[in-house]
């Protein structure tokens, strides 16, 4: 038999030696396998040595051919694992893009729920009636600031009522159809509002001017304003309640007073009304057309010390006025004092001292 084709081609191996190694090795092989498969009993196990040092030779063959089995399991699982990551990162993606959207809405509908949040929680003392409304258009130019809302006469909204937001006054209502409502903001040239220094309680007129910061006029008293001064409705007039936020002072580029207003520091989208017509709504007309001792009537009973103090007191009301009743008695009684005469003049003449 001869290598062709190959470095040993002029090599040649006998046929027969060849078969005989190869049976002699398929033999060795088979005893062995037959001593390390066979079982040993205590009593009588001459092989045990034997099988002992197969089984470890065999051991350290078997761990060096496994070996590459184990190697192309590992990468196998890796590269799955690669392809099954990648197929995951594309669905990820997906759905990402996919939730993208619903992100944004849900954080616009958080912001949105907070306002309101801000705007329900708005209280005033005494408490006034409220309509929630938003706004639907804006008008603006050089010299108009008026806005459109969802709120109508049908929901009691009128004339003069004042609007404001979560942080402070934006304005008055102009004009008022069933559903749809004209708000007048502050910042307008027509907007005329009486207003309070909270420091100094002093008054002034807050007038629009067009620009974002309404000036401060008719000021009364001196140095009754100063910056930082936070500015209040001051309910003169009666058309907006007093102590609603509007702004804080500082002083313009012009030298002049202006108002940093509250409202501008959120959208003016969501705003509530005030359905205040003037101060009469404010007071209860069964409280003030009560009887003065109604509520006595309510009040809890006294204690022994004040039954007492009471009943003291009573009873020396009653002593006096008895004794008055009884002195008008004896004057009523007596007889008038008869008139004493005049002496008549004497007509002797004086003897001298």
């Known amino acids: 038999m001869a290598f062709r084709d190959g470095p040993f081609e002029n090599l040649k191996v006998p046929l027969v030696w060849t078969a005989m190694a190869v049976v002699g090795v398929g033999l060795i092989a088979s005893i062995m396998l037959l001593l390390a498969d066979g079982k040993s009993g205590e009593a009588d196990d001459h092989f045990g040595p034997v099988r002992a040092g197969f089984t470890t030779g065999a051991g350290s063959v078997g761990g060096v051919f496994a070996a590459p089995v184990r190697w192309a399991g590992h990468v196998t699982d890796y590269v799955g694992g690669y392809f099954n990551a990648v197929e995951e990162n594309r669905r990820l993606k997906r759905e990402l893009a996919e939730l993208q959207p619903w992100r944004d809405q849900a954080i616009a509908l958080k912001n949105v729920n907070a306002r309101y949040e801000t705007l329900l929680g708005l209280r005033t003392e005494p408490p006034v009636a409220m309509a929630t409304a938003r706004s639907i258009s804006e008008a603006r130019g050089p010299f108009v600031n008026s806005r459109l809302i969802d709120a109508g006469s049908s929901k009691g909204v009128k004339v003069g009522n004042p609007v404001i937001n979560e942080h402070g006054l934006v304005g008055r209502i102009v004009g008022v159809a069933p559903g749809v409502s004209r ?119 006294p204690t022994a010390d004040q039954a007492a103090a009471i009943g003291d007191v009573q009873a020396r009301r009653q002593a006096a006025a008895e004794e008055t009743a009884r002195r008008a008695s004896q004057a009523a009684a007596a007889p008038p004092a008869a008139a004493t005469p005049p002496a008549p003049a004497s007509t002797q003449p004086e003897r001298p001292a």
């Not at 205040?276 to 003065?292: I, K, V, W």
Request: no cysteine; net charge negative; charged share 25%.
């Open 183 to 301: 708000m007048l903001l502050v910042t307008d040239v027509a907007s005329r509002i009486p207003v309070l220094i909270d420091r100094s309680d002093a008054r002034a007129m807050l007038t629009g001017d067009g620009s974002g910061n309404p000036r401060l006029e008719y000021v009364r008293g001196q140095d009754s304003v100063r910056s930082g001064d936070r500015v209040l409705s001051s309910g003169d007039g009666g058309g907006i309640p007093r102590g609603v936020p509007i702004g804080v002072v500082a002083k313009g580029v012009d030298g002049s007073w202006r108002v940093k207003l509250f409202s501008d520091r959120g959208a003016i989208d969501y705003v509530r009304v005030m359905l205040f017509e003037d101060f009469g709504q404010l007071a209860n007309a069964e409280a003030l057309n009560a009887p003065p001792l109604a509520a006595l009537d309510t009040a809890p009973p």
